[in-house]
Structures are given as C-alpha cells and as structure tokens.
C-alpha cells in the first residue's frame, strides 16, 4: 500500500526535540508501529477492498487488477513490485530510505498473504471503500507516526520528480490515476469510482492519525476597540490573546488583529462576547490541528 503525497509529510508532534537521541525504547516502538500499522493495512485490504475489487491506487491497486485478470496472488504482485522499487529508490535517491522502509516493503505483502483467507464483512461496495479506505489510513498513519513508509509507487514518484522536475504530488496522482483509470478499464467503471471515495478516505484519515481531530479553533479578531476585546477575552473567556500588528489594504492604517485558540465549546461564547463589545467587528474562525501549550495538551 503506498503513501500519498500528503502522507509523506510526518508531523511535527512526531519528531524528537532537536539534539535528542533516539532511546532503545524509541526505536524498538518505531519499529512496532511499522508492523502494527502494516498489520492494519493488509486486514483492511483482504477483508474490504481486494473482494470487492477496489483498487485505489498504488503497488496494492496493481495487484488487485492482476488478480482479477491473471488471478495471480496480490502479495506476490505487491512483493515483485515493491522490492525492486525500493532498491531502485535506493539506488537512485539515496540511503534516506531506512530499515524500517524496507520492513514495511517486506512484512505488508507478508501480511496480506497471512489474512488472504479472512471473510470479508460485506460484499456492499460502497461501505468497503469507506471502511477499507479508513483502515489503510489509520494503518499508514500509525506506520508515518514511526517514521517509515510502505515503499510502492511513492518511490516511483519520488524518483520521477527528482529527474523530470515534475511536482511530486503530480506524479504521486498521474500514478494513482492510471492505476484507478485501468480499474475501470480491467473490472468496471463502477468499481473506479468506488477506488476514488476508498482513496479520498484514505486521504483524510491519515491526516487525522498524523494531526489528530481538530477540536480546537483558531480566531483572528480585527476591531476598532482591541483594548476592550483583550480585556473581556483575558476575564470573561479566561483565555490567552495574542496582539499582531497589521495595516489596512486599502487605507494603509495601522490596525491590530487579535489571535485567541479556544475549543469548541467556547466557539459560540467568543462570538457572542465579540458581538456585545464590538458588533462591527470583523472575526475570522477556521480549525486548527494541534494546539500543544498551557491550556491544552502537552507532548
């Protein structure tokens, strides 16, 4: 199963602090998250998407088109492919590609080819791709969370953009693309269309497992009568409130934004209390991933 171009990119939260060196324990858990995630992705591969003929992108959609057409076993597809591509990216790339790479390039297949036999849940299409879908992503998500990769088609990508130039999340969805276009070419136009929902899912479950649900929300507040806005948000709302300087686009005047992080709850407070100090005031509210800090979570 392949990592996409968004699942490349490892969060901050999983990064060690600089100048702190991996423990024993740290590296013995990096490489259980690779087993564990793999584990993750190979069920929910053989028990929602190889059954009903999803094949959403990447080495495991090339297999799951070669068994239906060849009837060759998908891990045997997924470890020809898959091997060669991680010494190609190897080669090619460079040594960045680690250990724990090549374990999840090897024990995935082997994975897939213990639960080959596990009756799937549902024969339903669409809830195999949402389904399938979530757990390939919870399963890469806990595999980026220990800093490795599955290997597939995203070594591939990697190695076409570092010599044609071409972006990595082009050539990461030109793959994706042919692999799910010759679904609907090799098994029907339906089961394409189910691979693009299991691929969207997918997409969007990794990034909760990377970044978490975002339960916390960001405001930035722009008012002619700041000084009155910080006061109640420090008092009535007892949260903290940043003052960023900023001038208007239009008349150049020097104005202050306000920045205040409050969960969901407070949403509707902060709303309110902004409307009775100021109703003319302009607030912008959007989510925020990760909030680490006094008030919210630690690392």
Known sequence: ????????????????????KATPLDVVWSFLQVIIGSFIVALSFNLFLAPNGIASGGVSGISILVHKTLGITPAYTQW??????????????????????LLGTIVLPLFVLLTADWSPPTDNMLLAAIY??????????????????????????????????????????????????????????????YALIGLFVTSKTIDIIQSGIPLSKVAFIISDH?????????????????????????????????????????????KQLVRAVDPGAFVIISNTAEVVGQGFKSE
């Open 80 to 101: 020809a492919l898959n091997i060669p591509l991680f010494f190609a990216g190897l080669l090619l790339l460079g040594k960045r590609f680690a250990l724990k790479t």
């Open 226 to 270: 700041a000084d009155l806005l910080v006061n109640a948000i420090l008092h009535d709302l007892d949260r903290g409130v940043t003052r960023l300087d900023a001038h208007g686009g239009y008349t150049n005047e020097k104005r202050q934004v306000l920045m205040v992080v409050v969960g969901q709850m407070e949403v509707a407070k902060l």
């Open 132 to 193: 399938g879908g979530i757990g390939v992503g919870i399963g890469l998500g806990i595999v980026f969370r220990g800093r490795a990769s599955t290997g597939g088609l995203d070594l591939a990508a990697q190695i076409l953009h570092r010599y044609t130039g071409i972006p990595l999340g082009l050539a990461v969805a030109c793959f994706d693309g042919c692999v799910i276009a010759a679904s609907g070419i090799f098994i029907s136009p339906e089961a394409a269309l």
């Open 1 to 20: 199963m392949d990592s996409k171009n968004n699942e490349v990119k490892i969060s901050k939260r999983n990064r060690r602090p600089a100048g702190r």
